[in-house]
């Protein structure tokens, strides 16, 4: 076995390869495991509670676009909206990997599981996106349309894998302005939303709509603020202003760039 394991190094050292143990990664996972745990210890002596899960460090190692600090403001909001009445949304789902950290930390509830994707990929940029962060190197905010596109076989699979129920989630399918004007299925009422469509408009639209269906205590998140296209952060400080206009009605806090781009609007009336 030990001359095998040599020859097989040998060969890949000439193709330019190393062998490692898959033990290395396993370690990383516990590391990383054990300091998501220190620090939900933490937010809990500071009377944050989030309940302990052991398949909530498997899912924020498996996020992408969504930083393990950004997904604990979503782990904590939840936890914090979760006698709020009204269901939990996602508006930009692609391949599923935060559905089902969202989901994950609802299945000890009842609330139901309300996600949104054209699963088209990115929708076409307003006047108001530019280009802030070429984040793929395509040179043009215009040049986005349709990237990120996956089959919305993918969040199926992601949700199916947590043993999510599949009564428990709705798929609307199709472009948010369409939805919104056309789709009977709509949610009345929202707790808690996590915003991550790209773009201004169906930022702005979506955020409309929240506005109409969410009530104290529920929360939003909207991803990528003042990062990617400038369009995100317009549409939310528009939003703002326009709601908070007479009183306050939403409270904002912007995360510090160095732990990721996102806003958290708290509904305070
Ligand atoms: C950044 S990805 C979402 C990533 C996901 N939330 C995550 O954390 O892994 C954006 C998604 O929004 C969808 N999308 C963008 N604009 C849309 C629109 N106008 N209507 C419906 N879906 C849209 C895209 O198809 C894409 O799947």
């Given at each position: ?90 508006f930009g789902v692609a391949q599923g990997e935060t559905s089902a950290l969202i989901a994950n ?13 054209s699963f088209e990929g990115l929708s076409k940029p307003t006047k108001e996106d530019q280009l ?108 703002l202003e326009e709601k908070n206009a007479s009183e306050l009605i939403y409270e904002c806090m ?16």
């Open positions: 076995m030990k001359i095998l394991k040599k020859a097989i190094k040998k060969a890949l050292a000439v193709l330019g390869y190393e062998l490692h143990s898959s033990s290395g990664e396993r370690d990383i996972f516990i590391n990383f495991s054990n300091l998501a745990q220190a620090y939900e210890q933490r937010l809990n002596e500071l009377g944050i509670f989030i309940v302990a899960n052991e398949i909530r460090s498997k899912l924020l190692v498996r996020l992408t676009g969504t930083q393990p600090a950004e997904a604990y403001f979503i782990v904590h909001a939840l936890a914090e909206c979760k006698d709020v009445s009204g269901v939990v949304c996602e930390e609802i299945q000890s509830g009842n609330k139901i599981l309300h996600l949104f994707d802030k962060d070429d984040i793929f190197s395509l040179g043009s905010i215009e040049a986005y349309t349709g990237t990120m596109s996956c089959p919305e076989e993918m969040v199926r699979t992601r949700l199916k894998a947590i043993s999510f129920p599949p009564q428990r989630f709705v798929i609307h399918k199709g472009l948010i302005d369409q939805l919104i004007s056309d789709d009977v299925s709509l949610p009345k009422a929202v707790s808690f939303a996590y915003v991550d469509f790209d773009f201004y408009e169906p930022i702005k639209l979506t955020l409309n709509f929240l506005h109409q269906t969410t009530s104290t205590g529920a929360i939003i998140i909207v991803d990528d603020y003042d990062f990617f296209s400038t369009g995100v952060k317009t549409a939310v400080d528009e939003f912007v995360s510090n760039k160095r732990y990721g781009c996102f806003a958290v609007l708290k509904r305070k009336g």
